[in-house]
């Protein structure tokens, strides 16, 4: 049973004092039912991504069930560390997949300001592995990937510059985007110029703590034909990987090997080309969590042959009109970054990018009707690939 | 967070409730009054050895009778045999640099110490080992020799570093 998207919504990403969990959450609900056109009746199960900790309520489904008058539906709350929210789309897509439901909320939400940026800053250090990385050595988050960082530039021989140059390109995008946490460019020397948070990267290198929430109604072929609905794009691929919880244990550290893995079974779900995957996509939302990851996303995406990817940044390829925009939401850099919500967030990207409704200057050419999202959890933990499409697989 | 506790606290009286502006957005926050303390308590009791072994200045990882898999972090069974007939080896305590950071921004809990170096070194056994490593970050490259050394930290126990081997 092919899975649609047909309605899609986000919250402006960002400090979200204005409101708390569940209005924050419904700033995204209700346009995507609106954009779908569903009713709280329509939907037969909701799938709430949040990594939470950092926030006071844990039982979002519940709270959502409550504050948005939803009746008679299943629930469960998904966790994947930063791919939280792609997470919670292979949650409502399979349970489509296999007729379990028809029509599904996916939510992906988090308001980590609530708690004091030291507090955060200790709880995403545990996103390895707990007792044999962060309690006796103290890596941080930014840490986990500057080990790669510092592995790809001393492999390839990338700089710093390199790196701040994806910023200044999601800044750049990131300033066209009226939900991004960040609407300001950047130049080189102000990204190169900022204080070390984890060397090689430096403050600029870094997405944000973000509040932020982001929904999509996913529905079965069957649905969307019975409602004759016109706005939708289609999840054409959906490939998932897992990493070891110890760094010590990965073979390289210039290329995350599941989200390589996870790429292949997308590409392959999605009748893609391995050797060019680009030529058939006319954009892509990649984890730029760090500058360096994006650049070897690239890489474990096949954009670009290994120790290349630096080369498409310095050539400005993942710029509109390269061999293939990236980020031009903003990505995580520059859009924001609330844990549970960015996958989510990655496909209303997506919606908009396909359907043409993204803002001027960031809208790309829709010439293949294909878009790609790449979440990742961890430092490789856990790897999203999804693929959407226009067409119909 | 100091300050809106203080504010809160402030209001309890004057206002009635936990509350406070926040600064930047004007917004009016509830200041949650109850505290979260985190400290978790942690099993060894299976990898007892590596303690032993660092008391004794040796660095001891498990292996397989079976298959000889070696596994560091050590752990008590081998998913390949499906077994946990382990025994424990000394590995070589010499390797190669593989990468390193330097933490800048440390969690509060590491924040009684400097910024330090986390680095990654391949043994020459073959596994690898994540710890700080000693002396200058600037002065080390991946590829460089280095050993495995036990010393005391801070806090007056024993830990593995991760020290450059000269020439």
């Known amino acids: 049973m092919a899975v649609a998207i047909i309605g899609a919504g986000q919250s402006k990403f960002g400090t979200r004092k204005d409101v708390n969990v569940a209005e924050l959450a419904w700033e995204a609900v209700k346009p995507a039912m609106q954009s779908a056109n569903v009713e709280q009746k329509d939907i037969d199960f909701m799938v709430v991504g949040t990594a939470g900790m950092w926030s006071s309520e844990a039982a979002v489904p519940a709270l959502m069930y409550e504050y948005g008058k939803f009746e008679d539906v299943g629930s469960m709350r998904v966790e994947a560390a930063c791919a939280t929210g792609n997470a919670a789309i292979r949650v409502g897509y399979t349970a489509i997949e296999s007729g379990e439901a028809d029509v599904v909320l996916v939510l992906g939400v988090e308001k980590m300001q609530e708690s004091p940026n030291p507090t955060v800053i200790e709880l995403i250090g545990r996103f390895g592995s707990y007792f044999w990385e962060f309690e006796n050595f103290g890596l941080t988050f930014p840490g986990y990937y500057a080990l790669h960082a510092t592995a790809y530039m001393a492999k390839y021989g990338a700089t710093e510059e390199d790196f701040a140059r994806v910023a200044v390109k999601n800044h750049h995008y990131g300033a066209k985007n009226p939900y991004a946490q960040f609407q300001r460019e950047i130049s080189l020397e102000k990204a190169l110029n900022s204080p070390y948070v984890a060397w090689p990267f430096k403050l600029f290198d870094c997405s944000p703590i973000t509040d932020g929430s982001a929904a999509v109604i996913l529905a079965s072929e069957e649905k969307v034909k019975e409602w004759g609905i016109e706005e939708k794009i289609w999840i054409l691929g959906q490939g998932v990987g897992t990493g070891t919880a110890n760094l010590s244990r990965r073979e390289s550290f210039t290329s995350l090997r599941s989200a390589a893995y996870a790429a292949e079974v997308a590409y392959k779900k999605a009748g893609i080309d391995m050797d060019a995957p680009y030529k058939y996509l006319d954009g892509a939302d990649v984890h730029d969590c760090f500058t360096a990851a994006e650049v070897i996303a690239y890489e474990d995406l096949r954009f670009a042959k290994r120790g290349e990817g630096v080369q498409l940044v310095r050539e400005e390829q993942t710029y509109i009109g390269g061999r293939i925009p990236v980020n031009v939401d903003g990505g995580l850099k520059a859009k924001g970054h609330p844990i549970g919500a960015t996958g989510v967030s990655q496909a209303v990207e997506a919606w908009k990018q396909l359907l043409s409704k993204a803002e001027n200057g960031r809208q790309v050419d829709v010439k293949n009707g294909r878009y790609l999202a790449h979440n990742v959890g961890g430092t490789g933990h856990y790897s999203y690939v999804t693929i959407y499409g226009l067409e119909k697989r | 967070m100091d300050d809106l506790r203080k504010a809160a606290e402030t209001n309890i009286k004057e206002y009635g409730f936990p509350v406070a502006i926040d600064e930047k957005s004007g917004a009016l926050q509830w200041v949650d009054m ?134």
């Open chain 2, 34 to 167: 109850r505290d979260l303390h985190l400290k978790y308590v942690i099993s060894i009791e299976n990898i007892q050895n590596f303690y032993e072994g660092l008391r004794e200045g040796k660095l001891l990882a498990t292996k397989c009778k079976k298959c000889g898999e070696l596994f560091f972090p050590p752990q008590k069974d081998c998913p390949k045999c499906m077994d946990d007939d382990m025994e424990w080896v000394e590995l070589k305590n010499e390797g190669v640099l593989e990468t390193l950071t330097v933490i800048f921004v440390r969690p509060p809990s590491f924040a009684s110490y400097d910024p330090y170096t986390v680095a990654i070194a391949r043994l020459d056994d073959g596994v690898k080992i994540t710890a700080w490593l000693k002396g200058d970050p600037q002065k080390v490259r991946p590829g460089q020799r280095v050993k495995v050394e036990v010393s005391k930290r801070k806090e007056g126990y024993l830990m593995y570093e991760i020290v450059p081997v000269e020439g």
